[in-house]
T-cell receptor
Framework: EAGVAQSPRYKIIEKRQSVAFWCNPI?????LYWYQQILGQGPKLLIQ????????DSQLPKDRFSAERLKGVDSTLKIQPAKLEDSAVYLC??????????FGPGTRLTVL | GDSVTQMEGPVTLSEEAFLTINCTYT??????LFWYVQYPGEGLQLLLK?????DKGSNKGFEATYRKETTSFHLEKGSVQVSDSAVYFC???????????FGTGTRLTIIP
């Protein structure tokens, strides 16, 4: 079974630029999550989708971050414009509704 | 709100030593508890879990017991190997909520 795929693995941008991350969850997993992991901290949930609907986006900075999952499969997370404090690893995870979330390898973003 | 406090690292041990990584939690309900592991260059993987008080989760020689009276879920292994070198995250999922709340992670290095 293929795992959660994410791209790109690394991205370096300058502040005020925009960036987008892509996630392909495990086939058949209805729930998809985006987490932000700042260096030295644990992952923090940004947004949770159930199929193509948003379940929880309470910690998403909506003035600059947006996410979509139009067909209930792949998802894209966008930052526009980026700030220095957005430097982090962005993790995508999926689940089939049980206890276990399966994580992708993450995208490491550096904002200069 | 929910929170997880982990033993700060980094932790360095010799091969075959006994390992304990402390984890305590605060939750409003009756959470499920998890240990995730992140090997170098890889995504987070579920190591073990426990869903109710006094449950013991175990995997790959690691164990953790859900202690409601002390709100703890300490990770233990009797004899560590070099291949156990990784970052370990304690996490909780409160009842009725799929969101994971993570601790800050503990970096473990095992030297031969």
């Amino acid at each position: 079974e293929a795992g959660v795929a994410q791209s790109p693995r690394y991205k370096i941008i300058e502040k005020r630029q925009s960036v987008a991350f892509w996630c392909n969850p495990i086939s058949g997993h209805a729930t998809l999550y985006w987490y932000q992991q700042i260096l030295g901290q644990g992952p923090k949930l940004l947004i949770q989708f159930q199929n193509n609907g948003v379940v929880d986006d309470s910690q998403l900075p909506k003035d600059r971050f947006s996410a979509e999952r139009l067909k209930g499969v792949d998802s894209t997370l966008k930052i526009q414009p980026a700030k220095l404090e957005d430097s982090a690893v962005y993790l995508c995870a999926s689940s089939s509704g049980g206890d276990t979330q399966y994580f992708g390898p993450g995208t490491r973003l550096t904002v200069l | 709100g929910d929170s997880v406090t982990q033993m700060e690292g980094p932790v360095t041990l010799s091969e075959e030593a006994f390992l304990t990584i402390n984890c305590t939690y605060t939750a409003t309900g009756y959470p499920s508890l998890f240990w995730y592991v992140q090997y170098p260059g890889e995504g987070l993987q579920l190591l073990l879990k426990a869903t109710k008080a006094d449950d013991k989760g175990s995997n790959k020689g690691f164990e953790a017991t859900y202690r409601k009276e002390t709100t703890s879920f300490h990770l233990e292994k009797g004899s560590v190997q070099v291949s156990d070198s990784a970052v370990y995250f304690c996490a909780l999922r409160d009842f009725g909520n799929e969101k994971l709340t993570f601790g800050t992670g503990t970096r473990l290095t095992i030297i031969p």
